[in-house]
């Protein structure tokens, strides 16, 4: 089955650093990216990347601190984060575009929780 499992999610201090994983089965993607949402907040855009190219973009808000990468032979989509801030706190999301040009991911994972403490 097509499937978006989400992992490395926990608890940490600020300015720590931790790695989110993101297996992907069933099919291939276009795109896949990282969302993240925390409490009482709008679901955000962190980074994202296409698949066959590498190319990447992400939010300003982490861009310097977050690195997304892939791994063809794993299938798994990494993001890298370094000097984590309390405000980086959320349920972050793994979702993925069947195909690069559509304009709605059609692929959700189901979350992994981020907490950095002050």
């Known amino acids: 089955q097509v499937q978006l499992v989400e992992s490395g999610g926990g608890l940490v201090q600020a300015g720590d650093s931790l790695r989110l994983s993101c297996a992907a089965s069933?099919?291939?993607?276009?795109?896949v990216s990282w969302f993240r949402q925390a409490p009482g907040k709008e679901r955000e855009f962190v980074a994202g990347?296409?698949?066959?190219?590498?190319?990447?973009d992400y939010a300003e808000s982490v861009k310097g601190r977050f690195t997304i990468s892939r791994d063809n032979a794993k299938s798994t989509v990494y993001l890298q984060m370094n000097g984590v801030k309390p405000e980086d706190t959320a349920v972050y999301y793994c979702?993925?575009?069947?195909?690069?040009?559509?304009?709605?991911?059609?692929?959700w994972g189901q979350g992994t929780q981020v907490t950095v403490s002050s």
């Open positions: 979702a993925g575009k069947s195909f690069a040009t559509r304009a709605e991911y059609d692929y």
């Open positions: 069933g099919r291939t993607y276009g795109k």
């Open positions: 990347i296409w698949w066959s190219s590498g190319t990447t």
